[in-house]
């Protein structure tokens, strides 16, 4: 999607430094770029300062997952949620990945006698289960959670949120993959690379991961 401050797919490298061009046309010089992008619009970006780092980003594969969260009243539901949420090994033959029990994890994520469950679809393996209509998806996790946990009656809310190629696999021979992709990067002064698709999916992993690309470059004196 076109957002505010996105970048156009061209990320030119000039003598000084770099030539930033923005989805609203303004052009910025830096001396110093993270990309931080998804590894396949990275290689957007970077085709025309690199090839063969373009190419090598384009080669992860991501999987997409929809997100199914409901509310339900405790009242409805018959098992005691006393855990964070569950992750659902393939031999179980389901159609969700996993449940994240929100309101046992974060305050205020429900009202009292209530409880928010974030339920997840699709993925690497069940890819045509993230092309379902709205209403099919509430419905097949309603199925499961009805069948796991004893939840019965109409939710409180239903709301489905998609996350089209945003799962980076990190199949054998990744950490290969990204180490030939952090020396090809490394080639370039000034230019670091950030995000899930190298070193780590979960939060933590990307904010270290981004933390150390700006202390790179901020030790080679990029200021
Ligand atoms: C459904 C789901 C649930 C998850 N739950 C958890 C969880 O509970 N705990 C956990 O630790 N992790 C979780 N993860 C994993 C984690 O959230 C992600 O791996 C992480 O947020 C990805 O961060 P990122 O910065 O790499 O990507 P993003 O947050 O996707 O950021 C990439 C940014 O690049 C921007 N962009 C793309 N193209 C351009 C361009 N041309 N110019 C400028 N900007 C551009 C995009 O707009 C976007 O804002 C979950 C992931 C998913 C999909």
New binding site residues.
């Given amino acids: ?1 076109q ?1 505010r ?5 061209n990320l030119p490298v000039a003598r000084e430094g770099y030539r930033i061009e923005l ?1 609203d046309g303004s052009i910025h010089s830096s001396d110093a770029v993270i990309v ?3 590894s396949y ?1 990275a290689a ?2 970077l085709g025309d300062l690199d090839r063969e780092l373009a190419s090598l980003l384009g080669e992860i594969e991501y999987a997409s ?1 929809a ?1 199914v969260v409901t509310g339900h009243r405790l009242a409805d539901v018959a098992h005691p949620l006393n855990a964070f949420g569950l992750v659902v090994p393939q031999r179980e033959r389901r159609k969700i990945l996993a449940v ?1 029990f929100s309101s046992r994890k974060f305050p205020d994520r429900a009202p009292d006698g209530s409880v928010l469950l974030r339920t ?1 679809v699709g993925g690497a393996l069940q890819p045509e289960l993230f092309n379902l209509s709205d209403t099919e998806l509430v419905s097949l996790v309603l199925a499961e959670l009805a069948d796991i946990f004893g939840v019965c009656g109409e939710p409180e809310l239903a709301r489905v ?1 998609r ?1 089209p190629r ?2 980076p696999q990190y199949h054998v021979g990744h950490l290969d993959r990204v180490a030939r992709i952090e020396a090809l990067a490394a080639r370039h002064p000034g230019l670091a690379l ?4 190298y070193r780590g ?4 992993d ?1 904010i270290q991961y ?1 933390e150390s690309a700006a202390g790179r470059l901020l030790d080679i004196g990029c200021h």
Wanted: no cysteine; net charge negative.
């Fill in positions: 999607p957002s401050g996105e970048g156009t797919g989805a931080a992008a998804a619009h957007n970006l997952s997100l994240s997840f949120y996350y945003a799962m950030a995000g899930n698709a999916v979960g939060v933590p990307v981004a």
